[in-house]
């Protein structure tokens, strides 16, 4: 395809190196989902701002939002943004659960460094021959693939699961194998969206046994986290003060995921905190401010409030600040 984009002409990497010194270091790169230009400033200045690396990702719905040629302009923008500011962090740009080999395939003609092919609502064949294609297509244009075993439940975008399937660790050798991908998504007991736990009873434990036996058996493999989100109290409970209605939102503990970051685990999933955040200010400042109609006025705070909470994670969830 003669107009494919290059991602090193935009001047993102992927994701081989940044996991290598992760596993290394005990800590995980954080993969912030975005949609639109205030979330994105957030994310570089705030991992600019911390020394952090990390991955700008994008599900198939965020793309067809934000239009897929202006986001290929949107993450160059952001490279060019953080080195203006003084800063040498690798930045990737990854499609968050990709479900056909044609939008992972679109997705690195159009510049993506790194992409997710999630064939983990097939059979364990049909998973492995989905991924292994995307693989195929991927690894002669040096792009990352991430596959994934086992079934996250809660909604994101267009996936979505009633409950949630753990991964089997006897499979994880034979699925790495067979389909040559760089680094596997697997279920421990995180799901996606807000919603993630049963209002009222205890927080399960994240199954760090399933997690232990996976990297006996894939030793140096980087494994990664989705619905990672803690669902921050906080942003919760200002959602519901200024007139939202989320009863029994509830998160991953973030002792957990601390203590996720040091194992195998190099990339984590952040998505519903970042919306919660930006939510919470939207609202108090609608009302607190009832005349005001600058999107300036309600997105400028919002996108600062966003910068704050993923300096937090960085530096204390998942210990990558100052690791670029």
Do not use: W
Request: glycine share 8%; charged share 25%; aromatic share 6%.
């Amino acid at each position: 395809m003669a107009d494919a984009t290059k991602y090193a002409d935009l001047g993102l990497v992927n994701t081989r190196d940044m996991f290598k010194k992760a596993m290394d270091g005990g800590y995980a790169v954080p993969a912030y989902n975005f949609n639109n230009m205030e979330q994105l400033q957030a994310i570089v200045v705030a991992c600019a701002e911390t020394r952090s690396p990390v991955i700008l990702q994008v599900s198939s719905g965020a793309r067809k939002y934000a239009n897929q040629t202006l986001l290929k302009y949107m993450a160059m923008g952001a490279v060019e943004m953080v080195r203006e500011m003084g800063a040498n962090i690798p930045i990737a740009l990854h499609l968050d659960h990709g479900d056909t080999f044609e939008l992972c395939k679109s997705c690195i003609d159009s510049g993506f460094s790194s992409v997710m092919i999630d064939g983990s609502h097939h059979s364990f064949e049909k998973n492995i021959e989905l991924t292994r294609q995307v693989v195929e297509y991927a690894h002669p244009r040096d792009v990352t693939v991430e596959g994934e075993l086992g079934v996250l439940a809660g909604i994101e975008d267009e996936v979505s699961s009633e409950v949630s399937h753990y991964t089997k660790p006897e499979e994880v050798e034979e699925f790495v194998k067979k389909t040559g991908c760089d680094s596997l998504a697997i279920s421990i007991g995180t799901s996606h969206g807000a919603f993630k736990f049963k209002p009222g009873q205890p927080v399960p434990p994240l199954r760090f046994d399933i997690l232990k036996e996976c990297e006996k058996r894939l030793p140096g493999f980087p494994i990664v986290l989705h619905g990672a989100s803690s669902v921050i109290p906080e942003y919760v409970e200002m959602i519901n003060k200024y007139g939202g209605k989320m009863e029994g939102a509830v998160g991953v503990p973030e002792e957990q995921l601390r203590k996720a970051a040091k194992s195998a685990v190099c990339k984590i999933n952040i998505d519903s905190d970042g919306r919660l955040g930006v939510t919470a200010v939207i609202r108090k400042v609608f009302v607190e401010k009832p005349s005001e109609f600058d999107p300036r006025k309600y997105l400028g705070p919002a996108r600062e409030e966003l910068v704050k909470m993923i300096k937090h994670k960085n530096e204390n969830v998942l210990g990558s600040a100052n690791r670029a």
